[in-house]
């Protein structure tokens, strides 16, 4: 028996001819949309470096005090 167009869960397999946009307006919406995606992830990581403040977290006391305010 020939296992064509399936996976072994029930999905259906798409070929790699069927995901590549066809059109010209396509693929420039696709790669601004992965440049604005990664673009936001590098922002995100680099404003997390930039005020990441280590020494927040070192001891436990100040999290507990942390943890007491939040709850009540």
Request: proline letters at 9%; zero cysteines.
């Given at each position: 028996?020939?296992?064509t167009g399936f996976e072994?869960?029930?999905e259906p397999?798409?070929?790699s001819?069927?995901?590549?946009?066809?059109?010209r307006a396509a693929k420039i919406v696709l790669r601004a949309g992965t440049?604005?995606?990664?673009?936001?992830v590098?922002?995100?990581?680099?404003?997390?470096a930039a005020f990441?403040?280590?020494g927040v977290y070192d001891s436990f006391s100040h999290v507990a005090s942390l943890a007491k305010?939040?709850?009540f």
């Open positions: 028996m020939e296992r072994p869960f029930g397999l798409v070929s001819t069927d995901t590549q946009p066809k059109s440049g604005l995606f990664w673009s936001l590098a922002a995100i990581v680099l404003a997390r990441f403040e280590p305010s939040l709850i």
